[in-house]
């Protein structure tokens, strides 16, 4: 059963409502102040607040992940409906804090699918451009030149990242306006975490190069380094899993960018809410960046 914690209400019923929900495999947790509990949705530290103090329950969803958000009214209902002592109608009243009640997946999945398009296709033409720079000998002849590894880096980097911006422009602006994916924020935060994954995928495509001797060894690096991407995207709940495997996904360069992106998208956040996701992506190609020079310098 999904992780669904629970208001508790007082009363004999709403004790009988806890007791099914904690058979059926929920969570439940007790709030004795109310502002208490939508902080705690908010944060992610519950899927849903039932709140049976008024005649009619009413639930309270977060509503950025449908599937959760689904299941939770699912499986509410369905207990309200056992107990159903006192309450007309059976069903609870839904509200939702982000997005609608019938939000089409592809809204959820709008974030997920850009961060993972722009990493993924970058991450390939990066890889395979630089592995052809260095078997045609260009990047030897390069390196003889007075240009130092940095330099070298930087310019690649720089040329390359026109033509990242441009791409991630093209898929944040189709996401929106042809497949009419969910936008509450600004397009430019959008289009800006886009890049920023792009550019990981930039910097690391050529340090990965660097260990590659022909184009299908790059290919062979897809399970490897793309796969795990798109599996701690997101797209998956991984609540169940042990901490130290949720962790990984924390060092993934797509997990900030559609956590970022969810933000913006979903929830219409600004700036000060995608600092950290911000930061992480730039740590991560700065630190792919001087991987890169250090590999330069021993070549």
Do not use: C
């Not at 390069?142 to 991630?168: D, S």
């Amino acid at each position: 059963m999904p992780y669904i914690p629970i208001a508790k209400a007082r009363g004999f019923t709403a004790l009988l409502v806890n007791a099914i929900l904690t058979n059926a495999g929920a969570t439940v947790e007790a709030y004795k102040n109310r502002e208490n509990a939508p902080e705690a949705l908010l944060d992610g530290e519950v899927d849903a607040l039932l709140d049976m103090s008024d005649k009619i329950p009413s639930v309270t969803l977060e509503g950025s992940n449908p599937m959760i958000s689904g299941a939770a009214i699912q499986l509410i209902n369905t207990t309200l409906r056992i107990v159903k002592t006192g309450y007309q109608p059976v069903e609870a009243e839904v509200s939702f804090i982000y997005g609608i009640e019938d939000m089409p997946l592809i809204d959820y999945a709008g974030p997920i699918l850009i961060a993972f398009l722009s990493f993924f296709y970058v991450f390939m033409t990066a890889g395979v451009s630089f592995l052809r720079e260095r078997s045609n000998g260009t990047l030897e002849r390069l390196m003889g030149t007075p240009i130092r590894p940095w330099g070298l880096v930087a310019g690649y980097i720089i040329g390359m990242g026109i033509f990242v911006l441009i791409q991630a422009s093209i898929i944040s602006i189709f996401a929106v306006e042809v497949l009419n994916m969910i936008l509450i924020g600004h397009m430019a935060l959008m289009i800006m975490i886009a890049m920023l994954v792009a550019i990981s995928a930039l910097t690391l495509g050529m340090l990965l190069s660097s260990f590659a001797q022909n184009e299908f060894q790059i290919v062979q690096f897809i399970p490897v380094v793309i796969v795990p991407q798109l599996l701690f995207s997101g797209l998956f709940n991984l609540d169940a899993f042990p901490f130290w495997l949720r962790f990984i996904g924390y060092l993934m360069p797509v997990h900030h960018g559609v956590n970022a992106l969810n933000k913006i998208m979903i929830r219409g956040k600004s700036w000060p809410d995608i600092v950290f996701e911000v930061y992480a992506l730039i740590v991560f190609s700065v630190a792919f960046s001087i991987l890169n020079i250090f590999v330069l310098r021993k070549r």
